[in-house]
């Protein structure tokens, strides 16, 4: 039961978090930020908490693929929500969240049938994810200008959202088996409903602004997991989570920095 409380309260404190900072930062940011390892970590974690590190360990090697999965669910999301741009939300938020669901579905079971090292499946994300930077670079960075008031509704439905996948995928991990649970890790379950929020509330202007950015802030989540492979089994789950944090930490602050002295130069 506390382990149940846990992964509510990490759960819905991170969706929570995310989403507030898209309207207060602006949905560039958010999209960077969201890159950082955090519905993966969570449930990389409590995986390795309720299977033991060598499964947890197993399921990070995956998670690399899985995070292909995840880019072709957000392209599959925007080509969508740019399609049907002209019909009603109604039609939009249900039909582009299909799309992205059965592209994530297709691309998790390729990659299943490939027996992935540490190694190869760094190198392919690595190169899916130079591939998605081409494909979103044409998306316009867009800010909002209207904040819609956090309502009890809006707080819920996020709260919620976030908390069924991840008891979902962590509950169902011993089932499924490692491969499987990690590919499911890579699942954007703190982006996915910050993504429904910002569909609904402001259309798909920041929404494809989230997109676009998440593949620059990857990085993290690249070296997060890589880390985790090497840390999990040397130094257990909390220390091994710590310092594939700290390690993440490090990329997400140098890339920040790099992209603030750029944007500096431009302006002077």
Known sequence: M???????????SVVLGLSILAERTGPRAAGVLSGYPLGTAILLYF???????????????YALPGLIATLAFLYAYYLTSRLLSDRRMILQIPASSVAAFG?????????????????????????????????????????????????????????????????????????????????????????????????????????????????????????????????YPVWGINVGTLLSFAAATVYLIAYSTLVWMREKSVRV
């Open 2 to 12: 506390t382990l149940l409380f846990a992964k509510l309260a990490v759960s819905i």
């Open 47 to 61: 995986i390795g908490l309720e299977q033991g590190v060598v499964f947890a360990t197993e399921s990070a090697v």
């Open 103 to 231: 592209a994530f579905m297709f691309v998790s079971w390729i990659c299943q049938q490939i027996q992935f090292t540490r190694i190869s499946g760094a190198v392919t994300l690595l190169a899916a994810m130079i591939v998605a930077l081409i494909l979103f670079r044409g998306i316009e960075n867009v800010r909002i200008l209207n904040r819609v008031r956090l309502t009890r509704r809006i707080v819920l439905f996020r709260a919620v959202l976030a908390a069924l996948i991840v008891l979902g995928i962590s509950g169902i991990a011993a089932w499924i088996g490692p491969k499987w649970a990690g590919l499911f890790s890579g699942f954007p379950v703190t982006l996915y409903p910050m993504m429904l929020i910002l569909h609904a509330s402001y259309g798909i202007g920041p929404l494809h602004t989230v997109i676009r950015n998440f593949p620059r802030g990857m990085g993290s989540l690249w070296i997060y997991i890589l880390a985790v492979t090497f840390t």
